[in-house]
């Protein structure tokens, strides 16, 4: 912590260290725009950049653009996002702050569910939503992220509602508010911070949960973004500068979510006490 | 009596509002997991394809599992191996990357910036073609080794180094255990390392003394949830490797896909779910038991909970 203690070596190491980490990163910007002849080439920056790798594979399939699959990821996300959201922030209240019969056991509960491997539910899963015609629909990718948006997501915002004065609480019901009052004009407006981070966690989360996307969306055109770029990848002769120009554009939103909203990352997850 | 049974009135009303509060995960912790849960189990003494009822088969599908299937057992130790070397050097790195990380200097989001990014693109696609391209026989990583004369090998068609390249790319992401890491590291109170320097503790003595004992419950949560986490890894084996070659990076994960949504054997993938259930289980409930003589739990005194 301390400021003047931290030499010019320790930035040094640090920023060799970043360099390192964002190699792949920083080799793959320049490898989008290469030749396949150039690609296995050391050099970061092709002799002479490949703009078209972008248009081409931005038009690779006959019947759809890519502007196709990323509004499909989009609304996908708005789903989940929207869902995840609002349904954690409910429940972590209810875990929160009221008292009710056997919340000691479905706390426990809840914290078990954490620990429950995703294989194990999910053939179970598959079979009812396929029973219910949805498979091929984005209600099995969605759906589930409206019933309190994950058990890691709950336990955060609990976390965080926990860390608020119950002072307020206390105030707001002397003066007449009813429970479902303090959430909404005491509780809502304080974690904001939290609720962020929610949202940016299940967002990118879900961009990248390309087993969800693979098991239940069939239809081409319905692919996400993940799944378009598997269509590169099955082919016989892979295009490798337009499937890495793809790729990389496929990265955007989350890289620039986080670049926004980097700070809460650390800040969100610091205030709500993770140990013990 | 009157404020007895005002306060027994209160009582069920926020008896009433807890339960509405926590409605959305309770139906779906009832219907999307504790059912489809006992569902698998009842599965797993099936045979079913989807297409026709289940057919009970009793244990059949558990006793073929041990007895008759050798990509059962290899899948099982390749991911033994996968979490067995991934999960403790992703938590040294992150460990020691969070360290690094947590001092209060200019420029730091920068940094951190950029060693969590790899892990914002995780379990993606893209990172899978990026590395499935890098780790070729022509690909970029032997051009750089040829420069200092050694020759490469196809990395990802090699079954010698096949499951290592994965486990590199497993530990390339280790920024959000990083995170965990950095957010403990924020919690430790600075007067005990301030009195540490006046009784004379070096930086290493306050290292063993001060920062693991504080952070040990934060490192069971990241050792806990990792070894979850591995366990399921699926992606960049399906995408990479494709299991291969000659099934040396077939993870656990993908042969249940597999099972399950290629072969439609719905009733021996549940079993398989439930043997991973009670691997998984049994490994966590070691690490609890074990926690005991390793995690420090600060007590509550003038802290509020």
């Known amino acids: 912590m301390n400021t003047m203690r931290f030499k010019w070596s320790n930035h040094l190491l640090l920023t060799l260290f970043s360099l390192l980490m964002l190699y792949p990163v920083i080799w793959w910007i320049g490898a989008s725009l290469k030749k396949t002849s150039e690609l296995g080439l050391p050099t970061i920056w092709p002799s002479t950049p490949m703009w078209s790798n972008y248009s081409s594979g931005w038009n690779f399939s006959d019947q759809y653009t890519f502007a196709h699959f990323f509004g499909n990821s989009l609304l996908m996300e708005l789903g989940n996002v929207t869902g995840g959201v609002l349904t954690a922030a409910i429940v972590a209240y209810g875990f929160g702050r009221l008292n009710f019969k056997l919340r000691g056991f479905w706390f426990s509960i809840l914290l078990l569910t954490m620990m429950l491997p995703g294989q194990v539910t999910v053939v179970p899963q598959y079979i009812l939503f396929n029973k219910l015609g949805w498979v091929d629909s984005y209600i099995p990718l969605v759906l589930p992220h409206f019933f309190g948006g994950g058990a890691f997501f709950i336990f955060l915002l609990v976390q965080f509602i926990r860390g608020i004065p119950r002072d307020l609480d206390e105030a707001a019901k002397i003066d007449g508010t009813s429970v479902y009052g303090i959430f909404f004009r005491i509780i809502l407006p304080l974690i904001k911070p939290a609720l962020v981070t929610v949202a940016i966690f299940t967002f990118i989360w879900s961009w990248d949960d390309f087993f969800a996307q693979v098991l239940y969306i069939s239809s081409v055109s319905k692919f996400t973004v993940g799944l378009a770029l598997r269509m590169f990848i099955d082919q016989f002769d892979i295009k490798w500068g337009q499937l890495l120009a793809m790729s990389l554009l496929s990265i955007m939103p989350s890289a620039i979510i986080f670049l926004f909203a980097q700070k809460y990352f650390v800040e969100g997850i610091a205030t709500t006490g993770l140990k013990g | ?305």
């Open chain 2, 1 to 305: 009596m009157k404020v007895s049974r005002k306060l027994r009135r209160n009582k069920g009303e926020t008896n009433l509002a807890g339960y509405v509060f926590i409605a959305p995960w309770l139906i779906g912790f009832l219907c999307l997991t504790l059912w489809p849960v006992a569902q698998s189990f009842y599965l797993s003494f099936t045979d079913y394809s989807l297409l026709d009822a289940p057919v009970w088969t009793g244990t059949s599908n558990y006793h073929n599992i041990f007895t008759n299937d050798t990509t059962f057992t290899k899948s099982l130790s390749v991911t033994f191996i996968f979490v067995l070397v991934s999960v403790p050097l992703k938590l040294f790195f992150s460990l020691m990357v969070a360290m690094a990380l947590n001092k209060n200097v200019r420029g730091m989001n920068i940094y951190r910036t950029a060693i969590y990014f790899p892990s914002l693109i995780g379990g993606s696609i893209a990172v899978a073609a990026l590395w499935r391209n890098m780790f070729g026989l022509d690909g970029y990583v032997n051009q750089v080794l040829s420069w200092f004369g050694i020759e490469g090998v196809g990395w990802i068609t090699n079954p010698h180094t096949s499951l290592g390249t994965l486990i590199l790319l497993n530990t390339w992401q280790f920024g959000s255990t990083m995170v965990i890491f950095l957010a403990g590291l924020k919690q430790v109170p600075q007067e005990l390392y301030e009195s540490a320097s006046v009784d004379g503790a070096g930086r290493v003595r306050k290292f063993i003394s001060i920062t693991l004992p504080m952070l040990s419950p934060v490192m069971f949560f990241n050792l806990v949830l990792g070894i979850i986490g591995s366990f399921q890894t699926f992606t960049s084996a399906f995408i990479i490797t494709k299991g291969g070659p000659i099934n040396s990076t077939y993870m656990y994960a993908m042969f249940l896909y597999e099972k399950a949504f290629k072969h439609y054997q719905m009733g021996y993938a549940s079993a398989l779910a439930w043997i991973l259930l009670v691997i998984v289980a049994l490994l966590t409930l070691l690490n609890f038991v074990a926690s005991r003589y390793w995690v420090f739990y600060e007590t509550d005194g003038g802290k509020a909970k």
